[in-house]
């Protein structure tokens, strides 16, 4: 199965698991009288869009060069990983605005039932983030590790919801508001996540340097290839699931022009043999 395929299956797997968690918080948030479950329904429903979005970029992404674009389509994927990390801090906002409405409005304490329903998608959800991220790993994609962070998101949430829940049941009247308090520190958690996502997605699109190992990976290749002396200097970006790779390679000076250029062949395609994740591989030679 190619990278691109593992990615799409794990994004089909987050929009059914999302859309059914939705439909379970939010019956469970209403007939149960918890805002942190509406909440938490909240977020799904926002999760449902995220995923389609990181579907739509990772299959944009791995579109191949044209004319226009001849080193392919993928920078979509850190352009899709902002409006992602869009739908988590306009689901933040939301669910911290309405907790504070909560907290200032009387209502019933939650049911006890609801604590067995927010254990199950604890559960769930921390299992999908481990999954999606085990994923976003093997295929190097950073749209991908972001609908991770929905799970982790999601299961954090639903953690604030339950300990809410649970003060509000066992300290009793007067203390109904405590699953909604739980709630609007769940959207300050997810603020927080959503700069963590950010961040490297912007590295991504800026070209920053994050690829030492990469980078040492690339110079203990090149040094079984026959005829290169030596590396020089080795710039990497990454665009999509691909890194492409700027080599300089020395090589001996009294070779002729020819077996140069032979030798940055040999060694061009040894890399993309032994590295698959290698996208375009421009190898400039050095005289030794």
């Known amino acids: 199965m190619s990278n691109e395929e593992k990615a799409i299956k794990a994004t089909y797997f987050s929009i059914i ?58 920078r979509a994927e850190p352009l899709i990983t902002f409006l992602v990390v869009g739908f988590l801090i306009t689901s933040a906002t939301i ?4 907790s504070v409405i909560n907290i200032q409005t009387p209502h019933n304490l939650p049911k006890p039932w609801t604590l067995f329903v927010l254990g199950a998608i604890i ?28 799970h982790r ?13 649970s003060i509000a049941l066992f300290l009793g009247k007067g203390y109904e508001a405590a699953d909604d308090w739980a709630a609007l520190f769940a959207s300050v958690f997810i603020l927080y996540n959503s700069y963590l996502i950010f961040r490297p997605a912007l590295g ?32 990497i970006r990454k665009a999509g699931m691909k890194y492409h790779v700027d080599l300089h390679a020395r ?26 994740e290698l996208g375009h591989v421009l190898i400039h030679i050095e005289p030794n």
Not at 153 to 165: C, H, W, Y
């Open 251 to 276: 090589v001996s000076g009294d070779i002729s022009v020819k077996e140069g250029h032979d030798i940055s062949h040999r060694l061009k395609d040894t890399l993309r043999e032994e590295i698959p």
């Open 123 to 150: 559960l769930w959800k921390e299992y999908s983030f481990r999954l999606v991220m085990k994923r976003s790993k093997e295929t190097n994609s950073s749209s991908l590790k972001a609908d991770a962070w929905h």
């Open 95 to 98: 669910i911290g605005y309405e």
């Open 204 to 235: 991504e699109i800026m070209d920053e340097h994050l690829y030492d190992d990469l980078v040492e990976e690339i110079r203990q290749v090149s040094h079984h290839v026959e005829g290169v002396i030596d590396t020089e200097k080795c710039f």
């Open 17 to 74: 698991g999302n859309t059914s968690l939705a439909l379970i918080k939010g019956f469970a948030g209403f007939f149960g009288n918890s805002y942190a479950l509406v909440a938490d329904a909240i977020e799904s429903t926002t999760d449902i869009f995220a995923s389609l979005l990181v579907l739509f970029g990772i299959k944009y992404s791995n579109r191949p060069a044209d004319d226009n674009h001849p080193y392919g389509h993928g």
């Open 153 to 165: 998101s999601d299961a954090l949430t639903s953690i604030a919801a339950f300990i809410g829940i």
